[in-house]
């Protein structure tokens, strides 16, 4: 086939993320000698591990046409009671049970007031963001917790086959978020809605309990974050998360996911997640102060939104 009859736009609606990642790489590359290096390879997978789980429930909320500007705060709060759990004598494995099982319960009180009571996500999650964080600064009195079983040191620092644990985490998390967006009714019903919820309602799907099990589901994933978080840092910190709910949005905006609802997917999530791990790595390496990173990221942000209406208009 000749480059002249090519398909260019559709080549870059399909590739432009990895077209994008490997130019990243790249001019990186040129840049620091120290960037294309197994260890610091590692070390960006690793640092991207957390944000990445978030940003696999964020992407379900988000296909759902929902927001969750909570998870940072829940974070917080599922990672300060399970260390809490586990240092007062709770073996850890069930401390790290019970803080999940707290995280989902979170999300789907987020997701209850969503669906059921009628109000915007947006406004429910922001008074998630609050109340979740006083709980956890009232649980802990405002101080870390430390003093942790190994098992949190394991989910933080561990290996397994040669990789970070925190790095099989996200993958696995990622794998199964993946499997039930594409393989299961739930997840087919997750973008129905998504797209368009009143024709979903009339196709018989249960509106209110999908778009509750997808606050339900971004709540998992905090509290999965959370417990390699507090791995990471040996302690839980009450002020842990803070704007981790923006990293998440932005992860999963970049990768293609639509903001109106019923498009997109983990794996571009995971490829956004990349392109902004490897921008923040490759400018500490470059040593480019913090704040310029910051303006840095949001025009990324941007520029992944006006790519978003862009191809959003050609469509219509």
């Not at 990243?24 to 690793?46: G, H, M, P, Q």
């Not at 309602?201 to 998992?220: C, D, E, K, W």
Request: aromatic share 8%.
């Amino acid at each position: 086939m000749s480059l002249a009859r090519v398909n260019w736009r559709e080549v870059f609606a399909r590739f432009g993320l990895v077209m994008a990642l490997v130019a990243l790489i790249v001019i990186l590359s040129l840049l620091s000698d120290r960037f294309l290096t197994a260890s610091n390879v590692v070390n960006v997978l690793r640092q991207i591990s957390i944000n990445a789980i978030i940003a696999c429930g964020m992407t379900v909320v988000i296909i759902g046409r929902g927001i969750d500007l909570s998870v940072g705060s829940l974070l917080a709060l599922t990672g300060v009671v399970g260390a809490g759990l586990a240092v007062g004598g709770l073996p850890a494995g069930l401390a790290v049970l019970v803080a999940m099982a707290l995280g989902t319960a979170l999300g789907t009180f987020n997701g209850l007031f969503v669906a059921y009571a009628g109000i915007a996500p947006f406004i429910v999650t922001l008074a998630g963001l609050t109340i979740f964080r006083g709980a956890a600064l009232a649980y802990t009195d405002g101080r870390p917790i430390s003093g942790l079983p190994p098992l949190f040191m394991t989910l933080g620092y561990g290996t397994f086959l040669g990789l970070p644990v925190p790095i099989w985490i996200m993958l696995g998390f990622l794998l199964v978020t993946h499997v039930i967006l594409r393989y299961t009714a739930l997840g087919r019903a997750v973008y129905a809605i998504g797209g368009n919820e009143e024709a979903a309602r009339l196709s018989g799907i249960p509106v209110r309990r999908v778009q509750a099990f997808t606050f339900a589901y971004s709540g998992l994933a905090a509290a999965l974050a959370a417990m390699v978080l507090t791995g990471r840092l040996n302690s839980a910190q009450p002020s842990a998360g803070v704007m981790f709910e923006l990293d998440a949005i932005a992860a999963v905006v970049v990768g293609g996911t639509s903001l109106f609802g019923g498009r997109g997917g983990v794996f571009g999530t995971l490829v956004g997640a990349l392109i902004i791990g490897v921008i923040n790595n490759g400018m500490n390496l470059l040593n480019v102060p913090s704040f310029y990173q910051q303006i840095v990221k949001g025009g990324v942000i941007l520029a992944a939104l006006l790519i978003e209406r862009l191809v959003a208009t050609r469509r219509t």
